[in-house]
């Protein structure tokens, strides 16, 4: 026991599983715990000579850029949670996103916006309203054609809300022509970006005196693209991720729905399968006033054929 203690006090790369029973048990008692050798990332990666990002290459050679970088690496090391879960819905979350991005002619690489606006998680909810994968505000959802309201809420519609990502981000591009320049611009503004290329003469974010968090944003997205290519840099070894599981069928609906639990029954799921497959539904029915057309999904579930 003593020996265990003093490796565990020495930080050595193995983490042991001690029972409490073992500090007052009998030593056969204690001869019987099993502890596990487990690979234990005590150091971020090193700062990388350069990371490619929408067509440019971002050097790190100059020594505030290789500080504001390095920052960034050991916040991913050590943010274990955010980290593991973002690995585990990568798969998912980027099979539906990147080819709407690729149709829309927005660089892959934006993709990364989500994991600093979201964590991936399609159901984030910031303390400013801000709401889904991409983040929306209320108003600026709708200024994009999202619709925005107590029955549906198109920010959580995973499909409709990377388009309304893609116009804001083409729209931005057009008028900053770099793509960093327009992610700093997904944080901080368009308005507050163009201002400050004004003020200080410069024109892309990266040469910018910015306010902390949207000097961090842009380094934030380098290293997301960095950890999601190399986790294992990180210390990350996650196998087990969460799947996409395509949709069983897409049905198209112009007409109120009085019971969303009828609703999903009538389609051979359950209220919670629907709910989750289409999470900007956001009561239990659907009045549709207006008669709008809108499409629901009806999802394969893992419990389909058992």
């Given at each position: 026991?003593?020996?265990?203690?003093?490796?565990?006090?020495?930080?050595?790369?193995?983490?042991?599983?001690?029972?409490?029973?073992?500090?007052?048990?009998?030593?056969?008692?204690?001869?019987?715990?099993?502890?596990?050798?487990?690979?234990?990332?005590?150091?971020?990666?090193?700062?990388?000579?350069?990371?490619?990002?929408?067509?440019?290459?971002?050097?790190?050679?100059?020594?505030?850029?290789?500080?504001?970088?390095?920052?960034?690496?050991?916040?991913?090391?050590?943010?274990?949670?955010?980290?593991?879960?973002?690995?585990?819905?990568?798969?998912?979350?980027?099979?539906?996103?990147?080819?709407?991005?690729?149709?829309?002619?927005?660089?892959?690489?934006?993709?990364?916006?989500?994991?600093?606006?979201?964590?991936?998680?399609?159901?984030?909810?910031?303390?400013?309203?801000?709401?889904?994968?991409?983040?929306?505000?209320?108003?600026?959802?709708?200024?994009?054609?999202?619709?925005?309201?107590?029955e549906v809420d198109e920010r959580y519609n995973i499909e409709k809300a990377?388009?309304?990502?893609?116009?804001?981000?083409?729209?931005?591009?057009?008028?900053?022509?770099?793509?960093?320049?327009?992610?700093?611009?997904?944080?901080?503004?368009?308005?507050?970006?163009?201002?400050?290329?004004?003020?200080?003469?410069?024109?892309?974010?990266?040469?910018?005196?910015?306010?902390?968090?949207?000097?961090?944003?842009?380094?934030?997205?380098?290293?997301?693209?960095?950890?999601?290519?190399?986790?294992?840099?990180?210390?990350?070894?996650?196998?087990?991720?969460?799947?996409?599981?395509?949709?069983?069928?897409?049905?198209?609906?112009?007409?109120?729905?009085?019971?969303?639990?009828?609703?999903a029954e009538e389609h051979g799921t359950t209220y919670f399968f629907l709910?989750?497959?289409?999470?900007?539904?956001?009561?239990?029915?659907?009045?549709?006033?207006?008669?709008?057309?809108y499409r629901i999904i009806i999802p394969t579930t893992e419990y389909d054929?058992?």
């Open positions: 026991m003593r020996k265990i203690l003093h490796l565990c006090a020495m930080n050595k790369p193995l983490v042991y599983l001690l029972l409490t029973c073992c500090l007052t048990a009998p030593a056969a008692a204690c001869a019987q715990v099993v502890y596990v050798p487990e690979e234990v990332h005590f150091q971020a990666p090193r700062v990388p000579d350069f990371v490619e990002f929408a067509g440019q290459t971002y050097r790190f050679d100059r020594p505030d850029l290789y500080e504001r970088m390095d920052r960034e690496l050991i916040n991913f090391t050590y943010g274990h949670t955010n980290s593991t879960l973002m690995l585990k819905r990568a798969e998912r979350i980027f099979r539906q996103i990147v080819p709407i991005l690729k149709e829309n002619g927005v660089p892959e690489d934006l993709k990364y916006l989500m994991a600093i606006e979201s964590n991936l998680d399609p159901k984030a909810y910031s303390t400013a309203g801000a709401a889904g994968l991409w983040q929306f505000m209320k108003a600026t959802g709708q200024q994009y054609g999202l619709e925005v309201g107590s990377t388009v309304a990502a893609c116009k804001y981000l083409k729209e931005a591009y057009a008028k900053y022509g770099d793509w960093m320049t327009v992610a700093a611009s997904y944080n901080a503004g368009q308005g507050g970006i163009s201002k400050r290329i004004g003020d200080q003469r410069q024109k892309k974010a990266m040469d910018l005196f910015l306010p902390t968090e949207t000097s961090r944003y842009m380094f934030r997205i380098l290293t997301a693209k960095y950890f999601f290519e190399h986790p294992e840099d990180f210390g990350f070894h996650v196998t087990d991720t969460y799947p996409y599981l395509p949709p069983k069928e897409t049905v198209t609906v112009s007409e109120p729905i009085p019971n969303l639990t009828d609703f709910k989750e497959a289409n999470l900007w539904l956001r009561s239990d029915k659907l009045t549709n006033k207006a008669a709008k057309t054929g058992m």
